[in-house]
């Protein structure tokens, strides 16, 4: 074994340090000093997030175990950016009562998760791949019960565990059934070996169904809108962003590289999977009173979108998704944001709770705004720019049926969208949430999300700067 | 005289199968957890069984069991941490029960 390949995985090694680090400051350091953790925590995912800025050339290690990809290495900058975001968030809820003193699991068990996704992005081999995909999904489980003593939350980490054990295994056979039909488990060699055999369409479908339930497709999506309101609020927000999008990619990485030759199959196969996920989600979208779930169920199509730049299959294609979900993750990021702070201030978390919310909370309500309106994709804002970008990926490809079904729902997604706009804005409320400061960590995170959304869209520079670096897998 | 391939994957496809239709009706979330167990058992008799008959000259699928043994046994533990912290909070482990959470 050769130690200098550890040194190619810098971010990789990075991370490991951010979490050892972590570790041993909240194991030796004094109760006084933890209450600095937040702010540590902050700022060495910060150094680590700026050390990895510029994209990694492409890398192999270990044999092709690892093989990192420039792509590859821009979705995890995307990844760490997220991420920084939520801690930033997520001090409000740790440090009350009953939380504080697990306050340092929540940061070092979300790294790991992170580092989990890390190594499926860059994985080689179905081998890393499935040991990437574990360490992302079993710590989750335990994020989302993280509040011990409510009901709901527990209930939420059982639902999250059993589900995508089940259907991590579901994609395991597949996986056996692809090792057995073509003697390898490398990226690079699987191609090769496939042939269209019957056994091996079993085998994709039974992988495909596994990220499925990952990324929450429609026939596999029941665990989203329960574990997403059950979880705490930070929570859900690393879920509904960090989690889908490694996963978004990972399945476009995969696709592309190892079942290339099916390609035919699994474009059909997508083909009614993104009708159903974003047409059964926004239906299902208009009757949540809870804004959580309201969010999960408004997250399930937005996956729909995000495989919309899967399908097209091209550079273009993988752009724009990778785009899609920077954008999303902004505008995902400052709604859970708001959602977080108000429930942390006044308990309040249904659209009607939010009647007055202008009134007595302007900037809060602004914020809110926007991140709705780039959400359904309202022109000045990033969120259509980047429907505009998978939309013409999809349609230059000729899914013309697809994507005009696709902007079909748009409009039926604005309506729920403009809800709780309404709610803010023009209901009037007798007991409005009372106005409150919120604090500054919230208020910088929400302050360069809101930024993001006006300025993501606008300054083309990012999205050329992305697609510079598309097709390298 | 040697087993063929074929007896153990029949075997290993009726395991995976009981599996999926013990996840779907089994109303105590421990017997859910046995059923994901008998699917992840399934994969690791599909991995060795190929690996032995179809691919003895490499390793890969050994290893992918062992692997898979060890990532099934840490899920393991975090399921039933997790139905502990359920039993505390409403003694007892009835899926019926959990259903605080409705659209």
């Known amino acids: 074994m050769v130690y200098a390949n550890f040194l190619l995985m810098k971010e990789e090694v990075s991370l490991v340090a951010v979490i050892v680090i972590l570790l041993v400051y909240d194991i030796f350091g004094s109760q006084k000093s933890l209450k600095y953790f937040q702010p540590i925590a902050c700022v060495l995912v910060g150094i680590h997030t700026l050390l990895n800025l510029s994209p990694n050339i492409e890398i192999t290690a270990f044999g092709g175990m690892y093989h990192n990809v420039p792509m590859g290495s821009v979705m995890k900058t995307i990844l760490n950016i997220g991420t920084l975001l939520v801690f930033m968030q997520?001090?409000?809820?740790?440090?009350?009562?009953?939380?504080?003193?697990?306050?340092?699991?929540?940061?070092?068990?979300?790294?790991?998760?992170?580092?989990?996704?890390?190594?499926?992005?860059?994985?080689?081999n179905f081998l890393m791949f499935f040991i990437g995909l574990e360490t992302a999904s079993i710590p989750m489980a335990t994020l989302a019960a993280f509040d011990k003593y409510k009901q709901k939350s527990a209930e939420a980490g059982a639902k999250y565990i059993l589900t995508a054990v089940f259907a991590s295994g579901l994609s395991l056979y597949g996986i056996s059934l692809i090792y057995g039909t073509t003697g390898t488990l490398y990226f690079e060699d699987i191609p090769a070996?496939?042939?269209?055999?019957?056994?091996?369409?079993?085998?994709?479908?039974?992988?495909?169904?596994?990220?499925?339930?990952?990324?929450?497709?429609?026939?596999?999506?029941?665990?989203?809108?329960?574990?997403?309101?059950?979880?705490?609020?930070?929570?859900?927000?690393?879920?509904?962003?960090?989690?889908?999008?490694?996963?978004?990619?990972?399945?476009?990485?995969?696709?592309?590289?190892?079942?290339?030759?099916?390609?035919?199959?699994?474009?059909?196969?997508?083909?009614?999977?993104?009708?159903?996920?974003?047409?059964?989600?926004?239906?299902?979208?208009?009757?949540?009173?809870?804004?959580?779930?309201?969010?999960?169920?408004?997250?399930?199509?937005?996956?729909?979108?995000?495989?919309?730049?899967?399908?097209?299959?091209?550079?273009?294609?993988?752009?724009?998704?990778?785009?899609?979900?920077?954008?999303?993750?902004?505008?995902?990021?400052?709604?859970?944001?708001?959602?977080?702070?108000?429930?942390?201030?006044?308990g309040k978390i249904t659209i009607d709770d939010y009647n007055g919310l202008y009134c007595t909370n302007p900037r809060l309500s602004f914020v809110m705004m926007i991140t709705l309106f780039s959400l359904a994709g309202i022109p000045p804002f990033a969120g259509f720019f980047s429907k505009f970008f998978i939309f013409a990926a999809a349609a230059q490809q000729g899914y013309y049926v697809l994507v005009f079904i696709a902007l079909v729902n748009t409009i039926v997604s604005l309506y729920y969208y403009l809800r709780v706009v309404k709610a803010m804005f023009i209901n009037k409320s007798e007991i409005p949430i009372e106005s409150f400061r919120s604090d500054g960590y919230t208020r910088i995170s929400l302050l360069a999300c809101s930024a993001g959304i006006l300025g993501v869209g606008v300054l083309s520079i990012v999205y050329e700067s992305i697609g510079t670096f598309s097709f390298g897998m | 005289m040697e087993l063929h391939m074929e007896y153990y994957l029949v075997i290993s496809t009726?395991?995976?199968?009981?599996?999926?239709?013990?996840?779907?009706?089994?109303?105590?979330?421990?017997?859910?957890?046995?059923?994901?167990?008998?699917?992840?058992?399934?994969?690791?008799?599909?991995?060795?069984?190929?690996?032995?008959?179809?691919?003895?000259?490499?390793?890969?699928?050994?290893?992918?069991?062992?692997?898979a043994i060890g990532v099934s046994a840490c899920e393991t533990a975090v399921a039933i941490a997790i139905i502990i912290n359920i039993y505390r909070n409403i003694r007892n482990i009835q899926v019926k029960n959990l259903s605080e959470m409705k659209h």
């Not at chain 1, 340092?104 to 790991?112: C, R």
């Not at chain 2, 060795?48 to 490499?58: D, G, K």
């Open chain 1, 90 to 124: 997520a001090n409000n809820w740790l440090a009350s009562e009953r939380t504080i003193i697990r306050r340092g699991e929540f940061y070092m068990i979300t790294l790991a998760t992170l580092l989990g996704m890390y190594f499926m992005i860059s994985a080689g």
């Open chain 1, 193 to 346: 070996g496939i042939t269209g055999s019957p056994i091996q369409l079993m085998a994709f479908v039974f992988f495909f169904v596994g990220l499925g339930f990952k990324l929450s497709l429609v026939p596999f999506h029941q665990w989203t809108p329960d574990v997403y309101e059950g979880a705490p609020t930070s929570v859900t927000a690393y879920l509904s962003v960090i989690s889908k999008g490694s996963a978004a990619f990972v399945l476009m990485a995969i696709l592309y590289k190892v079942f290339a030759p099916l390609v035919y199959e699994w474009q059909s196969i997508l083909y009614w999977v993104i009708i159903a996920t974003i047409t059964l989600a926004n239906l299902f979208a208009l009757r949540q009173q809870n804004l959580k779930r309201f969010f999960a169920y408004s997250s399930i199509s937005q996956a729909g979108y995000i495989m919309l730049g899967v399908i097209s299959g091209t550079a273009m294609g993988m752009t724009g998704l990778v785009y899609y979900v920077l954008v999303y993750m902004l505008s995902n990021l400052a709604a859970f944001g708001v959602i977080a702070i108000v429930e942390h201030r006044s």
């Open chain 2, 14 to 67: 009726i395991m995976l199968f009981a599996g999926i239709y013990g996840f779907i009706t089994r109303r105590n979330l421990l017997a859910v957890l046995i059923s994901i167990e008998l699917i992840l058992n399934s994969v690791d008799i599909n991995f060795a069984v190929f690996n032995r008959y179809l691919f003895p000259e490499q390793m890969e699928g050994f290893f992918f069991t062992l692997f």
